[in-house]
């Protein structure tokens, strides 16, 4: 069966204890009556080795050199945008009617894009700016990479002092720091690798 491509792999199912409770198989077939076709002579039915057999469709990772060369990021954009934001009146008086916001755009070997988006103003405006460059050739199934770059690139010593002086922040609750900009950061930039990995994968995108 591997030999035709129909079984492409499996394992022991096993209990936290570690006991073997059954086994898990996947294979390719084109409809559920080929399974059960292979499962009617199947030696671990027939021996009644498996005495129970549930079969559910899944979509598997396509792991070849080819299909992880369309998740590698070939360009970043990021734009800065102005968005109406009603001046209403609150503790600090009526803030002007429009807001700064920073749209990321993440983009991959095939053509797909990502989206993310966050602050605009113009010290975190640079910093997104700065940390875009670094992206290029990292590929979107990887977004816990993002972690470790932000920890290179994003020091005391690279971003506007305002952003990390442990002082009350006008756009984050609390106060500024550096642990938080990282954060700020890698989450702008996971969300648009997330949302341009499900399209490589042959996930479809939901919208709300």
């Not at 076709?37 to 469709?57: A, C, F, I, K, S």
């Not at 792991?63 to 360009?75: D, K, N, P, Y």
């Not at 800065?80 to 009617?97: E, F, K, S, T």
């Not at 002086?165 to 006008?170: F, G, L, Q």
């Amino acid at each position: 069966m591997g030999a035709r491509g129909v079984f492409i792999g499996g394992g022991a199912v096993t209990a936290a204890s570690g006991r073997v409770t059954g086994s898990s198989a996947h294979v390719r077939f084109d409809d559920e009556s080929g399974v059960r076709g292979w499962l009617d002579v199947e030696p671990y039915m027939t021996n009644r080795v498996w005495e129970h057999v549930t079969v559910e469709q899944l979509r598997l990772l396509d792991t070849t050199e080819a299909s992880l060369g369309r998740a590698v990021v070939t360009a970043v954009r990021v734009t800065p945008v102005l968005i109406a934001d009603g001046p209403l009146l609150n503790m600090q008086g009526v803030h002007q009617p429009y807001t700064p916001r920073t749209i990321v755009e993440v983009e991959t070997a095939d053509g797909t894009i990502g989206l993310g988006e966050s602050y605009g103003d113009d010290d975190y405006l640079g910093v997104f700016t700065a940390f875009a460059r670094h992206l290029v050739g990292e590929t979107v199934l990887s977004p816990n990479r993002l972690t470790q770059l932000a920890e290179t690139h994003i020091t005391a010593a690279t971003v506007p002092p305002s952003l990390v002086d442990n002082k009350p922040s006008h756009n984050v609750f609390g106060d500024n720091s550096l642990h938080k900009l990282r954060a700020t950061v890698i989450s702008l930039f996971e969300v648009a690798f997330l949302d341009a990995a499900g399209p490589v994968l042959g996930v479809p995108r939901r919208s709300a």
